[in-house]
T-cell receptor, first 114, second 115 residues
Framework: QKEVEQNSGPLSVPEGAIASLNCTYS??????FFWYRQYSGKSPELIMF????GDKEDGRFTAQLNKASQYVSLLIRDSQPSDSATYLC??????????????FGKGTRLHILP | GAGVSQSPSNKVTEKGKDVELRCDPI?????LYWYRQSLGQGLEFLIY????????KSGLPSDRFSAERTGGSVSTLTIQRTQQEDSAVYLC?????????????FGDGTRLSIL
């Protein structure tokens, strides 16, 4: 059973600080990794994707991938109250796997304290 | 349209009735996914389509649930003899293809309430 694990939170971070969200996955052959943001009552919205080991930056967001440790994280710099949401980690398994659908973690609730 | 379109946005119905939920994926996306999300919970995978075929129906909760997709585009999720535990938001997502590195894009969902 392939799994994607996230701490459910809530994670409380002061406004202006860095929020660090973590995700681990069980399928070592996984190829692509996504972060979605879901506001309460809304549908998930893609905010970042990463395919290679290392860091990928987009504005205030940085995704970090370490395939050896099977670990992907999302950093949010200069956190704003509008960043308060649930963040879902999603992992795409190896393309040759028969069970080839994206697997979502249950999400981490982030609360930015004004 | 530019995004995934779902209808209706809200549906209230009586226990025992049948409901049909519709999803129109992003143009050109061959993969289509259905999820269910109860209040405060994570995404529960129901079924996915690659083209018109559904290789994985493992997430359908019971035989009251069925889904189809025709013409490689619009999909309908049907729930027969609805029960109160079916109340949830039903989300549809599409991607360029299964077995690709492309992300899924979600519609706004259908909020289903069973009285």
């Amino acid at each position: 059973q392939k799994e994607v694990e996230q701490n459910s939170g809530p994670l409380s971070v002061p406004e202006g600080a860095i929020a660090s969200l973590n995700c681990t996955y069980s399928d070592r052959g996984s190829q692509s990794f996504f972060w979605y943001r879901q506001y309460s009552g809304k549908s998930p919205e893609l905010i970042m994707f990463i395919y290679s080991n290392g860091d990928k930056e987009d504005g205030r967001f940085t995704a970090q991938l370490n395939k050896a440790s099977q670990y992907v994280s999302l950093l949010i710099r200069d956190s704003q109250p509008s960043d308060s949401a649930t963040y879902l980690c999603a992992v795409n398994p190896h393309p040759m796997n028969r069970d080839d659908k994206i697997i979502f973690g249950k999400g981490t609730r982030l609360h930015i304290l004004p | 349209g530019a995004g995934v379109s779902q209808s209706p946005s809200n549906k209230v119905t009586e226990k025992g009735k049948d409901v049909e939920l519709r999803c129109d994926p992003i143009s050109g996306h061959t993969a289509l996914y259905w999820y269910r999300q109860s209040l405060g919970q994570g995404l529960e995978f129901l079924i996915y389509f690659q083209g018109n075929s559904a290789p994985d129906k493992s997430g359908l909760p019971s035989d009251r649930f069925s889904a189809e997709r025709t013409g490689g585009s619009v999909s309908t999720l049907t729930i027969q003899r609805t029960q109160q535990e079916d109340s949830a938001v039903y989300l549809c997502a599409s991607s360029l293809a299964v077995r690709s590195n492309q992300p899924q894009h979600f519609g706004d969902g259908t909020r289903l309430s069973i009285l």
